[in-house]
Nanobody
Framework: QVQLVESGGGSVQAGGSLRLSCAAS????????MGWFRQAPGKEREGVAT????????SYADSVNGRFTISQDGAKNTMYLQMNSLKPEDTAMYYC??????????????????????WGQGTQVTVSS
């Protein structure tokens, strides 16, 4: 079992930045794929970014590529999502998630399909125009 706790959400104006954090605890060694997904009211869940253990493979949704950066600090068991040039359409609840995948190439697909084993309670991001 892995516990995930997100933090760093808030309200910003368009063009602003936020950095989300995801602190992991428990059997983290059993997970080699971590990522962020988001969900806005009335919309489907959307994969945002994924990263495999050691940062070997990183993937982004087209909608955030070039604006968001995912990273991790293994020593702190913490994953980050640096969000720059925020847009109103980025407004959503952001969740971090973890899973063990057979190969790194499956990490993104696993998040997109919502098949992650563990996820946190979420942190709200609101971007005003």
């Amino acid at each position: 079992q892995v516990q995930l706790v997100e933090s760093g959400g808030g309200s910003v104006q368009a063009g602003g930045s936020l950095r989300l954090s995801c602190a992991a605890s428990g059997d983290t060694y059993r997970r080699n794929c971590m990522g962020w997904f988001r969900q806005a009211p009335g919309k489907e869940r959307e994969g945002v970014a994924t990263i495999t253990t050691g940062g070997g493979t990183i993937s982004y949704a087209d909608s955030v590529n070039g604006r968001f950066t995912i990273s991790q600090d293994g020593a702190k068991n913490t994953m980050y999502l640096q969000m720059n040039s925020l847009k109103p359409e980025d407004t959503a609840m952001y969740y971090c998630a973890a899973h063990r995948v057979p190969s790194e190439e499956q990490c993104w697909r696993t998040v997109v399909l919502g098949r992650m084993t563990d996820w946190g309670q979420g942190t709200q991001v609101t971007v005003s125009s």
